[in-house]
């Protein structure tokens, strides 16, 4: 596995960005390395939310509206659920539940996530490889003031994280390996490219796991990260605010003090322009460009930035 592209990746915006980077660059050239430590087991199965948002919206499959889950679906499954009293606050879709029922039996096998996800890709038509950062489990825990530590699920979703943050951590991530070829495939890649996912508990987590941070700063020079806040607001989600209560400035500059030890290059959108000195104030080169994701063209247009970002450096 030697592809020129690696992408460290989240959900919705790695998954938008991926969309317009697998039509500016050959996909089977490229390589996108997803967090997981936003899996859950709901009903005794196991979700890779990040992953699945992934895969399906690069299949084009989507659900559109919402971002993950996929288009057109039923949720009887959930409605039977209810009868019984069951967990119906995380909605698991009629044909959603496939992926989890094939990723659980598949483990229960024996099979590692690499392996399973790599399986559930190619079931999608997808050219790019798309890996888990680990097969270990990573799990990122929420220190909230009212109840002390809760899941991410239970933050994200359950609480809809309006709900005040103390402290954020990756259980498991001390011993956690990363994915095979991932530190081979960082250490070759032409351009590693940093989603704009959420920096805290999307990207924060694929850096945790042992090697990678490491493995991402000696290649600093050629990592480019997009910023996923603009004007100082999350596009989706609850970065910005996530950023505030853990201290950091929520604006494409706190973006860039977070990044500048594994990034060269920071994109920021437009709106922003006027900060583009004080990233590089902060330590990176500052590119400006439109970087709101609505619709595919808008999606190739930044990927083609994002490419073009190692060979001009700073441009505005
Ligand atoms: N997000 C929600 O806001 N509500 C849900 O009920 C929900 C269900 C769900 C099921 C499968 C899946 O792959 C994702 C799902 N998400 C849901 C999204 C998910 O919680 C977040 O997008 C990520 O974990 C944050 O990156």
């Given at each position: 596995m030697t592809p020129s592209v690696v992408t460290l990746a989240g959900g919705v915006g790695a998954a938008k960005l991926l969309t317009g980077l697998i039509r500016a660059h050959p996909p089977d050239d490229q390589l996108a390395v997803v967090n997981t430590?936003?899996?859950?087991?709901?009903?005794?199965?196991?979700?890779?939310?990040?992953?699945?948002?992934?895969?399906?919206?690069?299949?084009?499959?989507?659900?559109?509206?919402?971002?993950?889950?996929l288009a057109g679906e039923t949720w009887q499954a959930m409605d039977a659920l209810d009868r019984y009293g069951g967990i119906t606050w995380f909605r698991l879709g009629d044909r959603d539940l496939a992926t989890h029922l094939y990723r659980t039996h598949r483990l229960?096998?024996?099979?590692?996530?690499?392996?399973?996800?790599?399986?559930?890709?190619?079931?999608?038509g997808l050219e790019l490889a798309v890996v888990p950062v680990t097969n270990d489990r990573i799990e990122?825990?929420?220190?909230t003031i009212d109840e002390g530590e809760i899941g991410f699920q239970d933050?994200?979703?359950?609480?809809?994280?309006?709900?005040?943050?103390?402290?954020?951590r990756v259980a498991g991530s001390e011993s956690a390996k990363p994915a095979p070829g991932l530190?081979?495939?960082?250490?070759?890649?032409?351009?590693?490219?940093?989603?704009?996912?959420?920096?805290?508990v999307s990207i924060g987590p694929v850096l945790e796991v042992p090697g990678v941070r490491e493995a991402v700063a000696a290649r600093r020079d050629a990592v480019v990260a997009v910023?996923?806040?603009?004007?100082?607001?999350?596009l989706k989600g609850p970065a910005d605010r996530l950023m505030r209560e853990l201290g950091h400035e929520s604006s494409a500059v706190g973006v860039a003090r977070l990044y500048r030890d594994v990034a060269a290059t920071l994109v920021i959108d437009e709106t922003d322009a006027h900060l583009a000195d004080s990233v590089e104030s902060a330590g990176m080169a500052c590119v400006v460009a439109p970087t709101i994701m609505d619709g595919v063209?808008?999606?190739?247009?930044?990927?083609?930035?994002?490419?073009?970002?190692?060979?001009?450096?700073a441009h505005r």
């Open positions: 430590a936003d899996d859950a087991v709901l009903h005794g199965l196991h979700v890779s939310p990040d992953l699945d948002t992934v895969v399906y919206t690069l299949a084009n499959a989507v659900n559109p509206d919402a971002g993950w889950g229960g096998q024996g099979a590692d996530m690499a392996t399973i996800t790599a399986e559930i890709a190619a079931a999608w990122t825990r929420v220190t933050y994200f979703v359950r609480r809809r994280h309006d709900v005040a943050v103390t402290a954020v530190i081979e495939a960082l250490a070759t890649a032409k351009q590693i490219v940093i989603a704009p996912s959420n920096p805290i910023s996923p806040i603009v004007g100082g607001v999350a063209e808008s999606s190739i247009a930044l990927a083609q930035v994002v490419l073009g970002c190692t060979t001009h450096k």
